[in-house]
């Protein structure tokens, strides 16, 4: 896997092959940065397809479009779609496009596996999808898989595990490739902490996807062997224990959450300085802050699960760990908004998106900091108040960061401006329907509505209804997004290589669109 | 690039994919870490698999707990599962028979066994069971309907907090009984 470095750099001219099979054959970074991409982008509206489905039945009390069984498969695909599918292979796109270009490499350091990782993704995507036209259809226990009810699940049950085990086995090989990159193709001169932030919290996050998937990988295998094998690790009857999964889920579980914001942490800390003409503030504190919450989030699993039955020293060790975590969240926030402040700043696209994602998170840490007090997360846990939180969290805060990203770094990537005003559009009617959509639902939950219900009683149709209509607002906002990027892509006004005004960083000293090998000279590094 | 960068490179790959393998074997290895866990702590609601050696205790003639008895059966298969009554007063130190009722509504013989859970989750180490119909499989022949006994003891280190114990059995269907 590692010759073809070397291959290539005896021939740094040369560039891409043509036709399909440049695709399938790629081991470019940047080729494979933008399949990343691409495929996200589908994924994003394959699930988003299925989250209007949710909506459409939830905009009334009773029983309007879909079957419950289909209703119950559709919130579990939805959640498997969105977090495996679209965020998680967005975030590696985008290193793989921008790590490169950050620490002046010229690729990935192990392009092959590189390319490998990528086309687990569409097998294991494939696979997973085709459950829904088993009989007895797809997954419906939720993305959680909690035992014994997942073990109810018909033929889907091994074609859902085997994805899962693609997925992680695609992400793993993805964060093995950042780490060796990282930390041994580093051009002279880049000192680690001399790193652009993106490229930090990405290497954070290949730690913890290391530490976790597996985690999920083994859990699953032995659902898949509870079912077939005969073994009871979770079947009470054989001596097993079902919330021992619950267990080992969100040990992996909430490293997971971590894995889908740290880079978009990183994204936002690239971003604010840029539009705000000002070096980020608190650089070191930025990286430690990462650091911690990337320790801490190994030892908060079972907030996850604190009405199961735990003792009380469990629950308070619980609490309090996972309040902890506020403290670093905080000092990143504070950072930025110092950042911001005194800048001489403008608002173009990106740093809308990135604006409303330090707004918008900190609404989601705030109701995480609620789910955290254990005696009122009995009240709120399996509500729509946690479907509230975590779409504050991974909605206006992954998806925004990676939205900006896009915005961002588009024009780097294709040479051409995309269409300022366009952008904007986008921005508004996203910010503004993702709030009609997402904040009623703290309302709701609060209330009492379940999570995960295809019917519910008629004190909550008023507010579902509000949900529902920012919900399609949002969903149809989304369009928009894929026609500025397609248009981008086709055309537009050129974009020079600083793109951005005293934009700082390695990738803005590279023309737009970059050499299909990015630095095969190191460059100097100030 | 130089070949020792590639051999840099594939070292590096290759500690940071054993840790990942690694990382797998550890998610196995929780599941007797959490069991090791909930031994020494006594969380978890679990009481012993075997019968409790009969100790004698000091009654407390003071002091009253509620003991209530609870019965699930697991996957909704039809079968009836009862407790005799479903609440004692007990008095910690001293020794109590009570039992459950299960009938087999199948026309086949099938062998079952019944899981306990005792709540609150620290109460469970003061529950001492000398005699349970859960620490054996269970034999029904088709349309059998019998009683099960159940003999314990509460030891009176209960914690003075826990006035009401509940201890939840869910019967679960083993398959057909096997000739031996
Ligand atoms: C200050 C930081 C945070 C705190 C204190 C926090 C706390 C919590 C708690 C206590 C729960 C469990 C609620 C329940 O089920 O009753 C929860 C659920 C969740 N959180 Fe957070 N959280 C924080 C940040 C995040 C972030 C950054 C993400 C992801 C980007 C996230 C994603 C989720 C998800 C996906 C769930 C629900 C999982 C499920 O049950 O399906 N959280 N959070
Ligand atoms: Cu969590």
Redesign the interface.
């Known amino acids: 896997?590692?010759?073809t470095?070397?291959a290539h750099?005896e021939h740094p001219e040369h560039g891409p092959a043509r036709g399909l099979m440049r695709w399938v054959t790629t081991t470019n970074h940047k080729d494979i940065g933008t399949l990343y991409l691409l495929f996200a982008l589908t994924m994003f509206f394959v699930g988003g397809a299925m989250a209007m489905v949710i909506r459409a039945e939830l905009f009334q009390p009773g029983l309007q479009f879909v079957e419950p069984q289909f209703f119950n498969q559709m919130t579990t695909m939805h959640a498997l779609v969105m977090i495996f599918g679209a965020v998680m292979p967005a975030f590696v796109g985008l290193a793989n496009w921008q790590i490169p270009m950050m620490i002046g490499a010229?690729d990935m350091?192990?392009p092959r596996?590189n390319n490998w990782s990528f086309w687990l993704l569409p097998f294991a995507f494939a696979m997973l999808l085709s459950t829904l036209f088993l009989t007895g259809g797809g997954p419906a226990g939720g993305w959680t898989m909690y035992p014994?009810l997942m073990l109810?699940t018909g033929e889907a049950l091994p074609f859902v595990i085997f994805a899962v085990h693609l997925m992680g086995i695609s992400s793993?090989m993805g964060?093995?490739n950042v780490?060796?990159t990282v930390?041994?193709?580093r051009a002279p001169g880049m000192s680690l902490m001399k790193m652009p932030l993106f490229v930090w919290t990405w290497l954070i996050t290949a730690f913890l996807l290391?530490?976790?998937?597996?985690?999920?990988?083994?859990?699953v295998t032995?659902l898949l062997t509870d079912r077939y094998f005969g073994t009871a690790?979770f079947?009470?009857?054989g001596?097993g224990?079902p919330?021992?999964y619950q267990?080992?889920f969100w040990?992996?579980g909430h490293p997971e959450v971590y894995i889908m914001i740290l880079p978009a942490f990183g994204i936002v800390s690239q971003i604010i300085p840029t539009f705000a003409r000002k070096p980020l503030f608190g650089y070191s504190s930025m990286v430690y802050a990462t650091a911690s919450i990337a320790f801490l989030s190994f030892i908060v699993w079972a907030h996850h699960m604190f009405t199961v039955?735990?003792?009380l020293a469990?629950e308070l060790f619980f609490m309090y760990t996972t309040m902890l975590i506020a403290v670093p969240t905080g000092v990143k926030v504070f950072n930025w908004v110092a950042t911001m402040w005194r800048g001489s700043m403008t608002f173009e696209t990106p740093m809308l998106f990135a604006v409303a994602f330090v707004f918008l998170f900190t609404i989601g840490g705030f109701s995480g900091l609620m789910l955290a007090i254990t005696p009122v997360d009995f009240q709120y846990h399996d509500t729509y108040f946690v479907v509230a939180h975590f779409h504050y969290v991974l909605v206006t805060g992954a998806v925004f960061a990676i939205m900006a990203a896009a915005y961002f770094w588009l024009p780097k990537w294709t040479g051409h401006r995309y269409d300022e005003r366009l952008g904007r559009i986008h921005f508004w009617l996203s910010a503004v329907s993702v709030n009609v959509l997402f904040f009623p639902q703290h309302f709701l939950g609060l209330a009492g509505m379940p999570r995960r219900i295809p019917d519910y009683a008629v004190q909550f149709a008023d507010w579902n209804m509000i949900s529902s209509l920012g919900g399609f607002a949002f969903g149809t906002s989304q369009l928009l997004f894929l026609y500025i990027v397609v248009k981008t892509i086709r055309g537009g006004a050129r974009a020079g290589a600083e793109v951005w005004e005293e934009a700082h960083g390695l990738e803005w000293t590279l023309p737009s669109p970059p050499p299909y090998h990015s630095f095969t000279e190191a460059p100097e590094v100030r | 690039m130089t070949g020792e960068r590639e051999r840099a490179n594939r070292r590096l790959t290759l500690r940071i994919a054993a840790v990942a393998v690694a990382m797998f074997g550890f998610g196995y290895a929780l599941v007797p870490l959490y069991d090791v866990f909930c031994q020494v702590t006594g969380l978890n609601g679990k009481t012993g698999g075997r019968a409790a050696a009969t100790e004698a205790y000091a009654v407390d003639p003071d002091r009253l707990v509620t003991v209530e008895f609870l019965a699930t059966v697991n996957g909704g298969e039809p079968w009836t599962f009862r407790p005799a009554v479903a609440r004692l007063r007990v008095q910690p130190g001293r020794s109590y028979v009570t039992h459950y009722l299960a009938a087999n509504p199948t026309g086949r013989a099938v062998t079952v066994q019944a899981v306990p859970s005792v709540a609150p989750g620290l109460a469970a180490q003061h529950f001492h069971k000398t005699e349970c119909f859960c620490f054996h499989r269970q034999d029904f022949a088709a349309g059998e309907a019998r009683e099960m006994p159940l003999v314990f003891t509460i030891d009176p280190a209960l914690p003075p907090e826990v006035g009401t114990v509940s201890l939840a059995y869910t019967l679960f269907e083993l398959g057909e009984t096997r000739a031996n």
Do not use: K, S
């Open positions: 896997m590692t010759t470095t070397a750099a010229p350091a192990l596996m014994p109810q793993v964060a093995i780490i060796v930390l041994n193709m290391i530490a976790a998937m597996p985690v999920l990988a083994g859990a032995m690790f079947n009470a009857a001596g224990d919330v021992m267990h080992i040990f992996f039955g735990m003792p469990g």
